[in-house]
């Protein structure tokens, strides 16, 4: 799949370094040519020895290498790749990228070259949500640079949270859709699926019966179609699809919080079953069984994200698709939920217990737009998704 693609391999200074070497074997495996680069503080971590034994090739390391210079200049270096990868991209690297820096081999060679860029950040969770960080990767995002992870989950310093490496199949995955060929290469686009957990207290919470088939399966056709998918996914029941960047969230408010950082984007398909209220002061400890009787939940109203996005001033993708699920008046209550949210597409659906939709493999959707109702026969899932991928295609073509 990858054969005869040359990959130009920047490994930074981070624990992940690690991962990259079986990212070299998975590349190679795949037909791939892999010339590695390792900065200075990523020889810390891997050393060039087994770098440059798993890639069969030698690793550049120093700008001010004669013998590299008069071998491969480092202007060529840069651009006789097909794709840079930046796995780890460290805080460190994505600083130096976002701002211009250009003051070792790596960095130099990712200002010297017009190839495009696909980054797989690892770092501490606190690194990763600083706001320095953040302005970094708002920064890398608008400039065209492509993203895969980072993951939640355990970190080598012992906490918890967003900012493990993507594992390196995650990575070919990314790698091998950054060269496929189809009409949604260079778009990017937001999908949200599956429903919101609200937290009553630490062991309960309020949810729906979403099972995040649906959003899946739009993000996964986006993906076919060459699209760069974010995928910010509440807890659903069926595993996200290969070849998206994962943002896993539990509640509305981070699911908001998760769109807002993924934008810029050329289109939003907003799937998720999001909670529209949330307990308004969520208890801290397990709430008991008590004599004085049942407790009394107070509701707060979660943010409307498909309103917000399709009324931003700055920043509203070209094209919004928000979902509705309805169980009486689907066409009537969908068309107006569409102009209530400001939304350019609503795809309806009855989820009514008889239809077997939620949670089931069809669906039987009605696209709405600004020129009716348009009802699809029922189909499975994947070819809905298909369906609509391909629609989304054609308007951000046309
Ligand atoms: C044990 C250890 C682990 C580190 N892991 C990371 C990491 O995962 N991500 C990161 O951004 N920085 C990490 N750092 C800090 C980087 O090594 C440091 O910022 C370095 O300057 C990055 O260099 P680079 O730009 O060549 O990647 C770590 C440092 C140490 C000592």
Redesign the pocket.
């Known amino acids: 799949m990858l054969s005869s693609k040359r990959i130009l391999l920047i490994?930074?200074?981070?624990?992940?370094?690690y991962k990259s070497l079986d990212l070299i074997r998975r590349l190679r495996e795949r037909g791939a040519a892999v010339t590695p680069v390792?900065?200075?503080?990523?020889e810390?971590?891997v050393t060039p020895l087994s770098v440059s034994a798993l890639a069969s090739e030698k690793v550049y390391g120093d700008l001010f290498d004669l013998t590299a210079e008069a071998e491969m200049g480092h202007i060529q270096l840069s651009r006789s790749a097909d794709l840079i990868v930046v796995a780890?991209?460290?805080?460190?690297?994505?600083?130096?990228m976002a701002g211009g820096l250009a003051n070792?081999l790596?960095?130099t060679l990712l200002m010297a070259t017009d190839t495009p860029v696909l980054c797989a950040?690892?770092?501490?969770v606190r690194?990763w949500e600083h706001p320095a960080t953040r302005r970094n990767l708002k920064q890398l995002q608008a400039d065209g640079v492509c993203f895969v992870g980072p993951n939640e989950g355990d970190?080598?310093?012992g906490e918890y949270g967003p900012?493990r490496?993507s594992e390196p199949l995650e990575i070919v995955a990314a790698v091998e859709a950054q060269f496929a060929a189809g009409p949604l290469v260079g778009k990017r686009v937001l999908v949200t699926s599956g429903p919101t957990h609200e937290p009553i207290d630490p062991v309960r919470y309020i949810a729906n019966r979403s099972s995040g088939a649906q959003g899946s399966a739009v993000a996964q056709a986006l993906a076919e179609l060459g699209a760069e998918v974010i995928f910010v996914t509440g807890p659903a029941d069926v595993p996200p699809p290969s070849g998206v960047q994962v943002v896993p969230v539990e509640t509305a408010q981070q699911m908001s919080d998760a769109v807002d950082a993924a934008l810029p984007v050329d289109a939003g398909v907003f799937a998720a079953a999001v909670a529209d209220w949330r307990v308004a002061s969520a208890s801290d400890k397990k709430l008991k069984k008590s004599r004085d009787g049942l407790p009394v939940l107070e509701f707060a109203e979660n943010p409307d994200i498909l309103k917000r996005v399709s009324r931003m001033e700055n920043g509203r993708p070209p094209l919004v698709v928000g979902f509705a699920a309805e169980t009486d008046d689907v066409i009537e209550h969908a068309t107006a939920k569409r102009l209530r949210k400001g939304c350019d597409w609503i795809v309806a659906n009855d989820v009514s217990p008889a239809t077997g939709i939620m949670g089931g493999s069809e669906n039987a959707v009605i696209l709405i737009s600004d020129s009716g109702a348009e009802e699809w026969p029922r189909m499975g899932k994947a070819e809905v998704a298909r369906r609509l991928a391909s629609r989304i295609a054609d308007a951000l073509a046309g």
């Open positions: 490994i930074g200074g981070g624990i992940a370094a390792l900065t200075r503080a990523a810390e971590f780890p991209a460290t805080a460190d690297l994505m600083g130096k070792d790596a960095s950040p690892a770092m501490n690194m970190m080598a310093c900012g490496m």
